[in-house]
């Protein structure tokens, strides 16, 4: 089945540095690729994702690259702030509706 | 309404007591999704509802859990008999379809504390 393996599980990064956030998956089939921001005790949400007919997408400071030759995606913050700061978990779809999620990672923004 | 809304927000339990948390997800949406997410874990899968259809129930842990979604909109997850090992946040989604490019949109979830 697919699994998603996401790195690392802490990052810390001085405010107004970049921050990349990796994740690789198992199944080639896997064709639609999201990620969430959770911050303590709120809810997972969405802050952008891909579909694997596309190799980038950008909004604003945020950015997704989609590797599928390699089965990797990336997510890529510049110009981190303190608001930035969170879990982001990425996510691959399996089939038509069970996304399977990465574990998680914790981005500290250092003022 | 404008979100997946979720009730209670936090709910304590006596271990054995019956539990019911409700989601009510986003109008028009025909997926609705369970997660269990434990603390510092990312969410993990419970079940699946295609309108009324309960098509996917694999995640579920056992057979003390539960869940329908009688009309096609709202949603109720039981926890029978709760353990303390039930005590999680319980996250609720929904969307239009996923495999067409919609996207999925979450509850604030229910806290579940079994003590």
């Known amino acids: 089945g697919e699994n998603v393996e996401q790195h690392p599980s802490t990052l810390s990064v001085q405010e107004g540095d970049s921050a990349v956030i990796k994740c690789t998956y198992s199944?080639?089939?896997?064709?639609?690729f999201p990620w969430y921001k959770q911050e303590l005790g709120k809810r997972p949400q969405l802050i952008i994702d891909?579909?694997?007919n596309v190799g980038e997408k950008k909004d604003q400071r945020i950015a997704v690259t989609l590797n599928k030759t390699a089965k990797h995606f990336s997510l890529h913050i510049t110009e981190t702030q303190p608001e930035d700061s969170a879990v982001y978990f990425c996510?691959?779809?399996?089939?038509?509706?069970?996304?399977?999620w990465g574990a998680g990672t914790k981005l500290i923004i250092k003022p | 309404g404008a979100g997946v809304s979720q009730s209670p927000r936090y709910k304590v339990a006596k271990r054995g007591q019956d539990v019911a948390l409700r989601c009510d997800p986003i109008?028009?949406?025909?997926?609705l999704f369970w997660y269990q997410q434990a603390l510092g874990q990312g969410p993990e899968f419970l079940t699946y509802?295609?309108?009324?259809?309960?098509?996917?129930k694999s995640g579920l842990p056992s057979d003390r859990f539960f869940a329908e979604r009688p009309e096609g909109s709202v949603s109720t997850l039981k926890i029978q008999r709760t353990q303390q090992e039930d005590s999680a946040v319980y996250l609720c989604?929904?969307?239009?379809?996923?495999?067409?490019?919609?996207?999925?949109?979450f509850g604030s979830g229910t806290q579940l504390s079994v003590l």
């Open positions: 996510a691959a779809l399996r089939g038509n509706y069970q996304l399977i």
């Open positions: 199944d080639s089939a896997s064709n639609y």
């Open positions: 891909i579909r694997s």
């Open positions: 109008s028009g949406h025909v997926s």
């Open positions: 989604a929904s969307s239009t379809r996923l495999e067409r490019g919609e996207k999925l949109f």
């Open positions: 509802f295609q309108n009324e259809a309960q098509l996917d």
